[in-house]
């Protein structure tokens, strides 16, 4: 019988699939994104309200496009073989080389959708908010890049080494003076040093990159997993709130 599993598939503009290489431990039948796909249901004024104008006196982050890779060179995607690990036979990523405070790691790259519950995939564990006023979120349950591999902290380590920021990329765009635009992305980096410095070495080659997803993720998790009877995501969800 032929396998129901879909090879994994590669959407880039820019270069013809057999050029583009997949990271190293992609997962079979997810596509491999080098930018954001879009739903049918963002309107082309959310996707305007998406960008903004090149500005000199901007306070946002800004990631160049010389910065962004595909695959990433900051990181490498590994099957997790520790069964100590709570996500142990799952995927995670890890530091390619050391990476300072504060520096840019990837972008987390998915679908974009509006949080309109027919436009939402409510079973997806990858679904991110891009933009609460515009009421858009990115989902990587079926598509992305190596940062839909990102774990939680909990029960892995005291606490985070990176965390979710928001900020824009720059991309060509022929209708605007100078010939780029900034485009809003989420996007994964190191935590800052702290005041005290505490978090100054930032992270070493072969750490895992962690992230918190925030205790709510987890409760609604639970209260999915209560709802569904699925006693394997209720015992990860509570040894997480543990953590
Ligand atoms: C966005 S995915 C993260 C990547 C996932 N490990 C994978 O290989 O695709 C979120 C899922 O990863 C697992 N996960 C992430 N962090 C975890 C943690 N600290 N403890 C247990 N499971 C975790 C859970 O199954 C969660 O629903």
Redesign the pocket.
Known sequence: MPSKIKPAVLVTEEQPLEEQKLPQNWPEGITYLTDHTYSDAVTTEQKTALSRTLSDDATWIQVRASEIESPSKNVEIKVITDEKH??CG???IFAAHSLIPDSFILLYLGHVHTNALSDTDSKS??DLNLDGELGLSVD?VNSGNES?????????SERPNAEFRDCYVQVPSARRAGGMKWERRVAIFVLSAGNAGKRKAGIKAGEEILVN?GKSYWEA?KRIASFRHDEAMLK?AS??LE?
């Open positions: 709570p996500a799952q995927r995670g564990d990858y990587g839909r591999h990102a774990n939680d902290y909990r029960g892995i997803y998790r990860i040894l997480a953590g």
